[in-house]
């Protein structure tokens, strides 16, 4: 994604994002709030031959003024 947002509200806001994968592989992003990453998220669907949905996501505060982003792995 490699967006940068901004929280130009006089309040925190929160953000919810999610990851989701559908076949045999991986997926993932990291989380940065005022240019620090607070986390790695990461989906792995490896069952075998029976794959399902798998997903996984992050919520997390963003302090008035800040910046935000999330940024897609593999």
């Not at 006089?10 to 940065?32: E, L, M, Q």
Request: hydrophobic share 35%; charged share 5%; net charge neutral.
């Amino acid at each position: 994604m490699q967006t940068t947002y901004y929280n130009t509200t006089n309040k925190p806001i929160t953000v919810i994002i999610s990851c989701f994968t559908t076949t045999n592989s991986t997926a993932g992003f990291t989380v940065s709030v005022g240019g620090l990453v607070l986390s790695w998220v990461q989906v792995t669907d490896n069952n075998g031959t029976n794959y399902q949905a798998m997903r996984n996501g992050i919520t997390f505060i963003v302090p008035p003024g800040a910046s935000y982003s999330a940024d897609s792995v593999t």
